[in-house]
């Protein structure tokens, strides 16, 4: 995964066939999860970040998005 920054943990991660999609990693409850708003370029950069933003609050707050 190629983290891109703005959001601890926010990157793309690009598959072997080439297609590319936002991922966010974070820790929830001791066990890691990798969220994601999107794929590439459906999902532009701006908007992924923010959708990573709007995740790390609502896990701040204590409310997980599963």
Not at 23 to 40: C, E, I, K, N
Request: charge should be positive; proline fraction near 3%.
């Amino acid at each position: 995964m190629n983290f891109v920054g703005g959001v601890a943990g926010f990157g793309m991660n690009v598959n072997a066939g080439g297609s590319r999609s936002w991922v966010l990693r974070a820790q929830v409850g001791g066990a890691r999860r990798d969220m994601g708003p999107g794929g590439y370029p459906d999902v532009t950069l701006a908007q992924a970040r923010e959708s990573a933003r709007a995740a790390r609050q609502q896990m701040r707050l204590g409310l997980d998005r599963r």
